[in-house]
């Protein structure tokens, strides 16, 4: 049904009259397969069980009129989105209306004229070839809608079994170095148990990120409004033992604009840029949060005074999430998934992120998300 002028399509034409009926199949018989039925009762069968593309039918007829017919194609399921064009005089206003009303698309007056009756069947197929391909394409996009369904559950399922499968024994080694550093007193030794304690940890974490990732791609977001100065203090109070770590410094304003957004989401945000900037900002590092109302949207940031990044290393930083091997090789740990997974939450919320940096002078990260009021 690619072409409304190929013969690929097929016509049903319901007509009782010879003359009429053999005018029209001269007429269309090279353009289309042609159907034929006398009366309505056989129009009836025919669509039913042959479902022409378009039905041509008359009016006026014996045993079952073409407004009856029409009524009862349009209340069957299997034939309601058959096009159905009515012929009738030209002087019959009555019957045009009537058409119209139980379900007909169209009318071509008597005399039938050749040009008109082509032009107005050729429409008619050429939008019931549209609606076949549109159903085509809607059927095939919920398909593929349930395909991906499925396969978020499967994801999901799949992270809750890395959770319970690898969170177990990382407790019960968390639980051995412990006893194990209480019984060594030689130095090297506890050494070894450290490097082995921090490995641990950074399984966890990328247990951790991975489960948040698919939360994130597979969960419903609650929206709400943030109470950003709890959501900051909390996230302060975490990273005590890091900022103690690095000697740094993380100010804050008192209060913060009204935005939309994800309580829980919007905590690993502000974790994840502040640990950065702890992490690889200056030494020691002095980090500051902040923000701004820009239009309908508030930009918060994450300022630090670290070494800061080139224009095309800002570019890189954002990189698609299959290069993250690289970004994490080049600029640290939490460059790569965890900006990765920033970038998703804030695009769920509505907002964006972002760098501003100039080397030498540290960089500024921010996210944005929608004002209220």
Known sequence: MNNTNSKQNT????????????????YLQDQYNVLVARD??????????LKPDLILMDVRMPKLDGFEACKILKSDRETSDIPVVFMTSLTDTEDKIKGFEVGAVDYITKPIQYKEVLARISAQIGLRNLQVILEQQKLAIEQKNKELEIQNMELNSFAQIVVNDL????????????ILKKELANKKSLNFLQEVEQSRREMVDVVDDMVLLVNIRTQE?????????????????KLTALINEFDGTVTSPPSWPIVWGYSPWITTVWEIYITNALQYGGKPPRVDLGSKIIGEQVK?????????????Q????????????????????GYGLKLSIVRLIIEKCGGQIGIESQVGRGSTFYFTLPAIG
């Open 300 to 312: 918060f940031w994450v300022r630090d005074n670290g070494r800061g990044f080139t224009n095309e």
């Open 314 to 333: 800002q570019k890189q930083l954002f990189s698609p999430m299959n290069d993250i091997v690289k970004i994490e090789t080049t600029f640290g740990k």
């Open 221 to 237: 977001m609650v929206v709400e409004a943030p109470d950003m100065v709890s959501i900051v203090a909390g996230v302060r109070h």
């Open 11 to 26: 016509l049903l034409i319901v007509e009782d009259e010879l003359v009429n009926l053999n005018i029209l199949i001269n």
């Open 167 to 178: 969170k177990k024994p990382l407790v019960r080694q968390a639980g051995f170095t412990n």
């Open 40 to 49: 309505g009762k056989e129009a009836l069968t025919q669509a039913s069980n």
